[in-house]
């Protein structure tokens, strides 16, 4: 007979339940962001990009062909997208920039959210995910770089400081 003081050294059956389901789930989440993460960004020849801008200005990348260009994805409601948006204006004024504004509203919010950041660099909305889809975009802020032959020379998930996006599109242009 075994003494009743004594804890059994087995623990009971649901504790190994309870473990191996917190386990399992550990697994499963990590698993899952890691894919996630992993899935593919768009590389070599740059997909179709183009639409009509916030303004109502047709926009094409195929027409910035012979320029080097950055192509950021980003969301009104990322607040690291809205770290960014100093650098991403600035390089805009000295290289051609082409952003594209995932489930942020239409044109007329987009617009009310430029001027009241004070931001000019041109918006393509992408409220359905059309264009993000095409790019292979999962998150916000995704920061290309196009070269002037139109392939994707650098591709980053993330915030990103200015002088970091420059050095990407100054060796983007040396590559050509």
Excluded at 20 to 35: C, D, Y
Excluded at 85 to 109: F, N, T, Y
Aim: aromatic share 8%; hydrophobic share 45%.
């Amino acid at each position: 007979m075994t003494d009743p003081a004594k804890p059994s050294s087995k623990p009971p059956v649901s504790r190994w339940r309870g473990w191996a389901f917190n386990v399992a789930l550990i697994v499963l989440i990590f698993g899952g962001v890691q894919w996630w993460k992993a899935r593919p960004l768009a590389s070599g020849e740059a997909p179709l990009l183009a639409g009509v801008t916030i303004e109502g200005t047709p926009l094409d990348l195929r027409d910035y062909r012979g320029q080097t260009v950055m192509v950021h994805f980003w969301a009104s409601w990322c607040p690291v997208c809205r770290v960014m948006d100093g650098a991403v204006e600035a390089i805009s004024k000295d290289h051609p920039v082409i952003s594209v504004a995932l489930q942020s509203g239409g044109p007329g919010e987009l617009r009310d959210f430029m001027h009241t950041s004070g931001l000019s660099f041109p918006v393509l909305p992408d409220a359905n995910g059309e264009i993000s889809s095409r790019w292979g975009v999962a998150g916000v802020p995704t920061t290309f770089v196009v070269d002037a032959a139109g392939q994707i020379r650098q591709a980053t998930v993330g915030a990103s400081s200015g002088p970091g996006l420059r050095a990407r599109l100054w060796m983007a242009s040396q590559a050509e």
